[in-house]
């Protein structure tokens, strides 16, 4: 039943390690998000992927790399994790266009903590 | 940077009063959305808005778009413990397609 899930729900890894966030989505949207949300709990968006495709990149490291296997999945793939790195991630999903376009679903997040 | 100002910070009531809560920025924006996030929790959205003067609830909630359609507020009332969260507006400006801008939230805290 769940809509937007995201694995795994916390990650502690050290400095310089690769580690991969994945989501998945069942709701039939085209469109997926990953979101990073500080400790000022700020929702920033870093990345949007469309049918696959990528539509938004914001200002974000490129060791930040996203990968969109099909549209029901956008993984979050980090290199050389840096402590800035900790905060929560979270997926959301939603129609690119028509009724409700607007509205995003999201996942439960993703909580990296970076030693 | 952020560009939608969101009041207040934060709130502390108690049980059965009502709460306002309001969004505004210089941009028009095409939707209103107002999500509730609980701890270790992500959002989840409790109303989308979608036309200027627009007036919706949810249950003891309600939000209203604003004529301008630059702002919005949310209004709950008589709370209850379980209101307890963090309070965000949203909505996609009117040029930024499915981009979403996010208010910086308001914390509610409802004491019994």
């Known amino acids: 039943d769940t809509a937007v899930s995201q694995t795994p729900k916390y990650l502690v890894t050290q400095m310089g390690n690769d580690k991969s966030i994945k989501c998945e989505q069942n709701?039939?949207?085209?469109?997926m998000y990953w979101y990073k949300q500080d400790s000022k709990k700020f929702l920033k968006i870093m990345f949007s992927?469309?049918?696959?495709?990528?539509?938004i990149n914001e200002t974000v490291p490129n060791r930040f790399s996203p990968k969109s296997p099909d549209k029901a999945h956008l993984n979050l793939h980090i290199n050389s994790l840096e402590l800035g790195d900790s905060a929560v991630y979270f997926c959301?999903?939603?129609?690119?266009?028509?009724?409700?376009?607007?509205?995003?679903?999201f996942g439960p997040g993703t909580r990296l903590t970076v030693t | 940077g952020q560009q939608l100002n969101q009041s207040p910070q934060s709130m502390f009531i108690q049980e059965g009063e009502d709460v306002s809560m309001n969004c505004t920025s210089s941009?028009?924006?095409?939707?209103w959305l107002w999500y509730k996030q609980e701890p270790g929790e992500g959002p989840v959205l409790l109303i989308a808005?979608?036309?200027?003067?627009e007036l919706t609830s949810n249950g003891r909630l309600t939000a209203q778009f604003g004529i301008t359609r630059k702002d919005s507020f949310l209004n709950i009332s008589a709370s209850i413990p379980s209101d307890v969260g963090i309070y965000f507006c949203?909505?996609?400006?009117?040029?930024?397609?499915?981009?979403?801008?996010f208010g910086e939230g308001t914390q509610l805290t409802v004491n019994p």
């Open positions: 808005l979608y036309k200027a003067g």
């Open positions: 941009s028009i924006f095409n939707t």
């Open positions: 992927y469309n049918n696959k495709e990528l539509i």
């Open positions: 949203a909505g996609p400006k009117e040029t930024s397609g499915s981009r979403l801008t």
């Open positions: 959301a999903s939603s129609r690119r266009r028509g009724t409700r376009g607007g509205e995003q679903y």
């Open positions: 709701l039939g949207h085209d469109t």
